[in-house]
């Protein structure tokens, strides 16, 4: 009779390559210990405390994350609506205004930074990582190389970037980067499809037992996006399947959880779905979600706004509020932390934070400081959405435009 080989070469139902058959015959295999099966290994090197330490000062009460990872290409559009050319000397100078922001460390506990950034410096020779250290905030570094399609699927993507991982890791971390940023795509118009949501949760948890193996605290981020008609149970039942898969591999990888972030999307209906959610539906469905998916052993989770997307950080960091306002980022933010939750819930927020800076900013060298009072005005509504005390009243209209732009890309 014929036999199956089983896929996995380390399975757990194979002891040193044997065919499990060959277990019954056997009288010299020693007794299992039910201890010794019940506690699986969870592996971070020589980093397990500092991880945890590291994830502990992002998730700390009133502070969250300023996301400024944009590609080159993407920061050149920005760039573009004020005017400017998208030359590294104009991206420098923009990044200096926001890193080099005096008592941005109260509001502000990690900062994502492209490539680029993370081995530049001031123009008076000052690192941008040392200009972060100064303020109390952690260097963060996006690690993945971008989106592209996903052969047999529906019109899906996946994100690549694990060959060479680890040693990049390392280099970033001798750079001074503390945590890593790992983003992939979940669409709800395209399915989504089984094997989308198998290759988004595996491709994190390979990277993020990566990164954590090189001392790096991995944000976990496989984003909902927001394009779609559908309404927000269908948003939800989504985001219950897709973290769901993304924790069972996290473990199968031996992810020490205390050591990561979470990024997720907040949970609302399509961008284009006929009826508006109010912030506090939006709390309902997204507190929902993650206390049915997310491990009280996780730090922090940092929501994102939507451009098409959220975040969400082991302690609930911060959510993504892409497509919405500044405002509605704030008001969703505030409604979530009306009541206790087993994670500190915050945010992880780009165009969320940026947007009115680079308006005031208009690239004018005189303008510089008033954009910088505009970058802590954002971050303190953030900071007081974060302990649950914001209030809307007497935030400018610019704040309320919305932000969303359908089939975005980074």
Known sequence: MATAKLSAPASQWAIGGRNPADLRRSTLLPAASPRRVAAAPIRAGSYSDELVQ???????????????????ATCGKRLASIGLDNTEANRQAYRQLLLTTGGLGEYISGAILFEETLYQSTT???????????????????VDKGLVP???SNNESWCQGLDGLASRCAEYYKQGARFAKWRTVVSVPN???????????????RYAAIAQDNGLVPIVE?????????PIERTLEVAEKVWAEV?????????????????PSMVTPGAEHK?????????KFTLTMLKRRVPPAVPGIMIIIFKSKTIVVLSLLSLPVRGQSEVEATLNLNAMNQSPNPWHVSFSYARALQNSVLKTWQGRPENVEAAQKALLVRARANSLAQLGRYSAEGEGEEAKTGMFQKGYTY
């Open 275 to 283: 009826e508006k959610a109010s912030p506090e539906t939006i709390a």
């Open 124 to 142: 008076d020779g000052k690192k941008f990582v040392d200009c972060l250290r100064h303020e109390n905030i952690m260097p963060g570094i996006k």
């Open 150 to 152: 996903l052969p047999g």
């Open 247 to 263: 924790f069972f591999y996290l473990a199968e990888n031996n992810v020490m959880f205390e050591g990561i972030l979470l990024k």
């Open 54 to 72: 590291t994830a502990k000062s992002i998730a700390s009460p009133g502070r969250g994350i300023l996301a400024i990872d944009e590609s080159n």
């Open 222 to 230: 496989p984003e909902i996006l927001l394009d779609g008609d559908h």
């Open 191 to 205: 399915g989504p499809s089984a094997l989308a949501v198998k290759e988004a949760s595996w491709g994190l948890a």
